[in-house]
């Protein structure tokens, strides 16, 4: 499975890899950047086991990971990834995004998802595109509920974080027979 950048005129996803990733090194170590995550990504050490964990992934044909360059700034934002790829049934993740404080609330993460949700539904041709969200992070929740995600349920106390906490997990899903829709309305702006 080879995959090269996805971009629009606002971002460029590239596969993430042991030769860029130090590139996120001083985003990655941002105050609660990734609170609701059960990842920590708060050392050098920390982010390159992150990554490493998302090549044995993406070896396994089980993640696509990216980093993420804000080509408004010229600068590397983050990183975000597909997940739990299911090829038999054709239903794929969009999530561990993060992005440095300074991108957010910026439009970046619309272009990034749009760019996600394109590729899943039109080139690799996948049937459901799924997301899970903290169930207190309303702010992530609040942005797939505003690209049409729907709700599909909670998984109660699912989840061990970092300090412990058992967070529960919202279920959101975008459906192929809704994309077209989806893209039209959500995305016309971009």
């Known amino acids: 499975m080879q995959i090269s950048s996805l971009e629009t005129e606002r971002v460029r996803l590239t596969p993430l890899t042991l030769n860029n990733y130090h590139?996120?090194?001083d985003?990655?170590?941002e105050k609660d950047l990734i609170y609701y995550s059960p990842s920590d990504i708060s050392s050098p050490e920390k982010l390159k086991n992150y990554v490493?964990?998302?090549l044995d992934g993406y070896q396994r044909k089980?993640?696509?990971p990216f980093i993420i360059f804000?080509?408004?700034?010229q600068q590397y934002a983050g990183s975000t990834r597909f997940g739990l790829i299911n090829w038999k049934n054709k239903v794929l993740h969009i999530g561990w995004t993060w992005i440095?404080?300074?991108f957010q609330g910026t439009g970046l993460n619309l272009h990034m998802k749009f760019l996600m949700l394109q590729y899943a539904f039109e080139r690799l041709a996948f049937e459901k595109v799924e997301f899970r969200i903290d169930e207190r992070n309303q702010k992530s929740r609040k942005a797939v509920e505003k690209i049409g995600?729907?709700?599909e349920g909670i998984l109660r106390k699912d989840t061990i974080m970092n300090d412990g906490f058992r967070r529960s997990t919202c279920c959101y899903g975008i459906l192929k027979e809704e994309?077209?829709?989806i893209r039209s309305e959500v995305f016309r702006a971009l």
């Open 62 to 64: 089980a993640t696509i």
């Open 52 to 54: 490493n964990v998302a």
């Open 179 to 181: 994309w077209k829709t």
């Open 27 to 29: 985003i990655a170590q």
């Open 149 to 151: 995600a729907t709700l």
């Open 23 to 25: 590139n996120l090194i």
């Open 70 to 73: 804000d080509k408004d700034k």
């Open 100 to 102: 440095g404080h300074e």
